[in-house]
């Protein structure tokens, strides 16, 4: 079953003689439950093409359907329904609020949505539970380091139960222990919790426990890789790959 189906996706930014194609005429197929990387050159497209995934800006032609929706299709309201209920964002700098809790800012998205304070804060506790975080629900951002707090943010982009996650360079502000574990625990979130996720990344070895790797280079897909097997060479494969498509 598809997800996600993306056809003839093209983004221009500028016109004229100063117009710059970020995308051009892309077309993606990302299956509910796979776990999808995207990678490539800087400047090729990685994070145009998630933005324009969560309805965070618009193709200048072309069109995403995200579970038999047509993106452009929907007005501004229905637009931020469908990312406040259906699609979660996990970004490199973790964007917690320095003043609330690891369960207050878990609990954020679904209290806006207008769900009680204390159903929130129970539905946050159970991911950061479930996340290794029993201990930290009353920590805030400044007393976690920076796995722990890339796990809250997951559990944020988690907690209103959404289908799609987008993850932006999510480890590209952490070590490389905590880089691993963050990765692992996406892998889970498509595996055993049954959710699609998107991630944009520069790293090989954070990109090697996806199911599936998108190439992108001058704003076009220019190769899929199929992971079918995960072993220690994984990382050495998509970094030889990566390498050939002259990043």
């Keep these: 079953m598809s997800n ?6 093209t983004k221009i930014y500028g ?5 710059v194609t970020a995308l051009d005429h892309v077309n993606v197929t990302i299956r509910e439950g796979e776990f999808v990387a995207i990678m490539g050159p800087s400047g090729c497209g990685k994070s145009t093409l998630l933005h ?3 309805g965070l800006d618009k193709p200048s032609e072309g069109h995403v359907m995200i579970g038999g929706h047509n993106l452009s299709d929907l007005n501004d309201d ?3 329904e ?7 964002f996990i970004f490199q700098f973790f964007n917690l609020i320095p ?3 690891a369960v207050e800012n878990a609990a954020l998205p679904v209290t806006l949505d207008g769900v009680k304070p204390a159903e929130a804060k129970q539905k946050a506790a159970t991911w950061l539970t479930k996340f290794g975080l029993a201990d930290r629900l009353s920590s805030r951002p400044d007393q976690l380091s920076g796995g722990q707090q890339q796990r809250v943010a997951i559990c944020r982009a988690l907690v209103a139960e959404p289908e799609l996650i987008l993850a932006d360079e999510p480890t590209g502000n952490l070590d490389t222990r905590a880089s691993d574990e963050i990765a692992g625990l996406l892998r889970d979130v498509a595996r055993e919790y049954k959710r699609t996720v998107v991630m944009v990344t520069h790293d090989p070895r954070i990109a090697a426990y ?3 790797i998108i190439f992108l280079k001058d704003g076009k897909v220019v190769d899929e890789t199929l992971l079918e097997r995960k072993n220690g060479k994984t990382a050495d494969f998509v970094a030889g790959k990566v390498k050939e498509m002259g990043d």
């Design 4 to 9: 996600i189906q993306v056809e003839k996706l």
């Design 15 to 19: 016109s004229g003689s100063t117009a």
């Design 52 to 54: 324009l995934l969560g």
């Design 78 to 80: 229905k637009l931020t």
């Design 82 to 88: 469908l990312r406040r209920r259906r699609i979660g």
């Design 99 to 101: 003043v609330l809790n």
């Design 210 to 212: 996806a199911d599936r």
